[in-house]
């Protein structure tokens, strides 16, 4: 899911998603993130789909997003969150997850400061 502005697009998108969301691995960027979190409608239908994929990226989005993708993966699902970074653009993510952990590396140690746990790679 990339680039979409339109919610009709992106309800189109997550019905497609929907029908193999079991063997498939959701990408989604930032500004489709954004017009999902400003659509209640919309919001709920992404985390109830997301959350039967085996996995979901996440891509070009802002730090607050990671942090609100954290904890709202934790509120829909009642599930404990963990949350690996290696930046100081991961702290709010780390901080919101239930077990953080850091990786200390090019981009510094501002994740490694501010979570649970710290590693040197991953």
Same mark, same amino acid.
């Given at each position: 899911m990339r680039d979409l502005y339109d919610s009709f697009e992106i309800q189109k998108k997550l019905e497609e998603f929907s029908r193999r969301a079991t063997n498939s691995i %959701? =990408? !989604? +960027?930032?500004?489709?993130? +954004? =017009? !999902? @979190?400003?659509?209640?409608? %919309? $919001?709920?239908r992404f985390f109830l789909e997301s959350t039967k994929a085996p996995s979901v990226c996440v891509c070009r989005c802002s730090p607050t997003q990671k942090? !609100?993708?954290?904890?709202k993966i934790g509120i829909y699902t009642g599930k404990r969150t963990a949350a690996i970074g290696d930046g100081g653009? +991961? *702290?709010?993510m780390i @901080? $919101?997850?239930? *077990?953080?952990?850091?990786? *200390?590396?090019? $981009?510094?140690k501002q994740a490694s400061l501010a979570s649970d746990f710290s590693i040197d790679q991953f």
């Open positions: %959701l =990408m !989604i +960027d930032g500004q489709t993130l +954004d =017009m !999902i @979190l400003s659509n209640k409608k %919309l $919001e709920d942090a !609100i993708i954290t904890k653009n +991961d *702290v709010g @901080l $919101e997850a239930n *077990v953080g952990i850091g990786i *200390v590396g090019k $981009e510094g």
